[in-house]
């Protein structure tokens, strides 16, 4: 089984998304099981744009508060999700589009303040129940998972879309993790893609500013796969390959 993680620039871009999903249609009809995990950021960005609301964040990570995080569900679950969903149906892939927290498929804490400020709506992924994908899978449709999980007491939170798939692709026994986004891979100190990294040297990588950005999540997220099992990671296509010796 692989597990997909969709995020970056690439779904903005209609003709990129398009060839990355004609591709997973023809996996998908070998007979390749695979579960796509999705964020939206820039989606979210938009829409907080065109409602005058503005965009905060601190520490990497997108304060949440309780106006925000209808945006971010709504996004999440409806727009980007279902605009992936249709996108697989007319390459001729059956898809079904849930949120994280259904089932619940993703489950989370609140993130503690960072630096001192409340991140609002917010969550670090603890685990995952992959009893509604298993489901899904096992009639014979494609699962297209967003990033929002379920929080404590019945409440929603917004999660790194990385770390996601990484929880996700380890509850499910996944033999493969792969990351497609805008980037062609890690890179090294003079701009070059790192073809192949052992998790000890990914680890001395997060030490140091050489990974930084959207890539220090996916690395962090990677190096978490791959302690609980996850056979394989990749970073971009044909980009970076995550071993762990």
């Known amino acids: 089984m692989r597990v997909i993680k969709l995020g970056g620039s690439l779904l903005d871009d209609a003709a990129r998304r398009a060839e990355v999903l004609r591709g997973i249609a ?25 409602l005058g609301m503005a965009k ?11 106006a925000t995080l209808q945006i971010v569900v709504a996004v ?19 898809a079904a589009g849930i949120s994280g927290s259904d ?13 001192g400020i409340d991140l609002g709506n ?9 009893s509604l994908i298993q489901a899904i899978l096992g009639i014979g449709i494609l699962p297209v998972v967003s990033s929002v999980a379920a929080g404590p007491k019945g409440t929603l939170l917004n999660v790194n879309a990385d770390s996601a798939a990484a929880v996700i692709a380890a509850a499910l026994g996944a033999s493969s993790l792969v990351f497609l986004t805008d980037v062609a891979g890690l890179l090294d100190g003079n701009g070059a893609v790192v073809p192949s990294l052992g998790a000890a040297d990914a680890r001395a990588l997060l030490k140091t500013d050489i990974v930084s950005g959207g890539m220090r999540p996916k690395l962090e997220a990677a190096l978490q796969a791959l302690s609980a099992g996850v056979g394989s990671i990749h970073i971009g296509e044909g980009g970076t390959s995550l071993v762990a010796a």
């Open 103 to 115: 089932g619940p498929t993703l489950v989370a804490e609140r993130h503690p303040p960072i630096d």
């Open 56 to 66: 905060r964040t601190h520490a990497g990570l997108r304060i949440t508060d309780d």
């Open 76 to 94: 999440l679950g409806g727009t980007v999700n279902k605009m992936l969903v249709s996108e697989l149906a007319r390459a001729g892939v059956k």
């Open 122 to 130: 917010v969550g670090r992924v603890r685990k995952s129940d992959p």
């Open 26 to 50: 023809r996996a998908w009809k070998r007979g390749e099981p695979i579960v796509i995990v999705h964020g939206g950021g820039k989606h979210i960005d938009a829409h907080l744009a065109r």
